[in-house]
């Protein structure tokens, strides 16, 4: 079965901390990795995606994503939190496929604590 | 960048009336839309797949004569909720994907609050 999991909830950082939340995907064919961030009350806003290539992508505010296969693996980081960074974040597969609509995981809540 | 619209925002509308939600594609052809439901705090559900010209494909557990997807044209897809009620409140996202050949991405609407009162 196609899946994506998140396996923290909630994850509380200081500010000025690093932080790494995780995601793990099950799927049947050649995987293309997003994530995601919302902010209550707003749409998505894409982070940073992975299609082929460098395995270790760079993306908008400051974050990166590293793909493993191996670990079947593309957890998301950034060496410094800052407040604003507090939001829900999306982890999600998809296919070339024309027709092929994302698969999310459940999301990790991110706080940030002065 | 590809944009996505959906409209309106946010509806309030009461319980047993039929509220219709747009969305488009701003600046791309979208041979296919997807929508999506958000219950709070909850990730997104994929409630269907809409194919320009075509039948929509629903997943399974969703009530397609309740949520009726229309998808005329290769910038518009239209989701209405037939007699809405309260239970159906939730935030609606669609997202559409460029129908040029070896476009990946999917682009996502800012999503649709309905409230039914």
């Known amino acids: 079965a196609q899946s994506v999991t998140q396996p923290d909830i909630h994850i509380t950082v200081s500010e000025g901390a690093s932080l790494e939340l995780r995601c793990n995907y099950s799927?049947?064919?050649?995987?293309?990795l997003f994530w995601y961030v919302q902010s209550p009350g707003q749409g998505l806003q894409l982070l940073l995606k992975?299609?082929?290539?460098?395995?270790l992508v760079q993306g908008i505010k400051g974050f990166e994503a590293e793909f493993k296969r191996s670990q079947s693996s593309f957890n998301l980081r950034k060496p410094s939190v800052h407040w604003s960074d507090a939001a829900e974040y999306f982890c999600?597969?998809?296919?070339?496929?024309?027709?092929?609509?994302?698969?999310f995981g459940k999301g990790t809540t991110l706080s940030v604590s002065s | 960048g590809a944009v996505v619209s959906q409209h309106p925002s946010r509806v309030i509308c009461k319980s047993g009336t039929s509220v219709k939600i747009e969305c488009r594609s701003l600046?791309?052809?979208?041979?296919?839309m997807f929508w999506y439901r958000q219950f709070p705090k909850q990730s997104l559900m994929l409630m269907a797949t809409?194919?320009?010209?075509?039948?929509?494909?629903?997943e399974q557990g969703v009530e397609k004569d309740k949520f009726l997807i229309n998808h005329a044209s290769l910038t518009l897809s239209t989701l209405t909720v037939t007699s809405a009620h309260p239970e159906d409140s939730s935030f609606y996202i669609c997202?559409?994907?460029?129908?040029?050949?070896?476009?990946?991405?999917?682009?996502f609407g800012p999503g649709t609050r309905l409230t039914v009162t």
């Open positions: 997202s559409a994907r460029d129908h040029k050949e070896g476009a990946y991405e999917q682009y």
């Open positions: 799927y049947g064919a050649t995987p293309y």
């Open positions: 600046d791309f052809q979208a041979t296919t």
């Open positions: 999600a597969v998809g296919a070339l496929q024309a027709g092929t609509a994302l698969i």
């Open positions: 809409s194919n320009e010209g075509s039948k929509a494909t629903y």
């Open positions: 992975y299609f082929s290539g460098d395995t």
